[in-house]
């Protein structure tokens, strides 16, 4: 969940950043290894959260979440443009944190359907 949120957070700032004239100071963070770095570790993260909530819920859904929320991660590095790339990328971390939440909510109470 907190790779998320770091996520969702460096979408957005970048920009936001470089609206407000920090572009020396973003050109270190904004680089492409650090965004596919910052989604690599999402992944692993999340493959590890939800395969150890799965065995314990066996909810479908919250996996689904997962990787719905990974791929427009995935889907707004891969776009070109700033806002758009922001928009996905934003969209896809509050999914996954989401994913997260639900899956923290059905390990802890002991929903199982």
């Not at 270190?28 to 692993?44: H, K, S, T, Y």
């Not at 939800?50 to 997962?66: A, K, T």
């Not at 995935?74 to 922001?86: I, K, Q, R, T």
Request: charged residues 10%.
């Amino acid at each position: 969940m907190c790779t998320s949120v770091i996520c969702m957070v460096h979408c957005i700032a970048v920009p936001l950043f470089f609206l407000f004239g920090l572009d020396a100071a973003l050109r270190v963070v904004d680089q492409e290894w650090v965004e596919w770095g910052i989604i690599g570790f999402a992944l692993i993260i999340g493959i590890t959260s939800f395969l150890g909530g799965f065995r314990s819920h066996r909810q479908h859904f919250i996996p689904v979440l997962f990787v719905a929320g990974f791929l427009l991660l995935v889907n707004g590095e891969s776009v070109s443009n700033g806002w758009a790339s922001a928009s996905l990328s934003s969209a896809g971390a509050l999914v996954i944190i989401y994913a997260h939440v639900q899956n923290l909510r059905w390990k802890r109470h002991g929903l199982v359907s």
